[in-house]
Nanobody, 116 residues
């Protein structure tokens, strides 16, 4: 199983970024794909799983898409804020109840820095 996130970078507050996830080594269309992030000194925070944005702070600003034919998933991030600064990872996710999600497989993340 390989999942590779890309597309991060430095962006000013209010800007946009589109992250991409390239997957291989498994039947991509059979699994939920999601995004989570980890900011310096903080724990992991789920951002999305399957078709849902699960982070309250990202709702209305982030959108997810996937292309099963290309084994890719994308995270479109708009109206970025400094608090969105983190390393973003894509992975195989699953709901575990009470609005929580687990990410069982993930690959190298991509750094997103929102700063003026």
């Amino acid at each position: 199983v390989q999942l590779q996130a890309s597309g991060g970078g430095l962006v000013q507050p209010g800007g946009s970024l589109r992250l991409s996830c390239a997957a291989s080594g498994f039947s991509f269309d059979r699994y939920n794909i999601g995004w989570f992030r980890q900011a310096p000194g903080k724990g992991r925070e789920g951002v999305s799983c399957s078709s849902s944005i699960v982070a309250d702070s990202a709702k209305g600003r982030f959108a997810i898409s996937r292309d099963n034919a290309k084994n890719t998933a994308n995270l479109q991030m708009n109206s970025l804020k400094p608090e969105d600064t983190a390393v973003y990872y894509c992975g195989i996710c699953r709901p575990v109840g009470r609005g929580e999600y687990e990410y069982d497989q993930w690959g190298q993340g991509t750094q997103v820095t929102v700063s003026s």
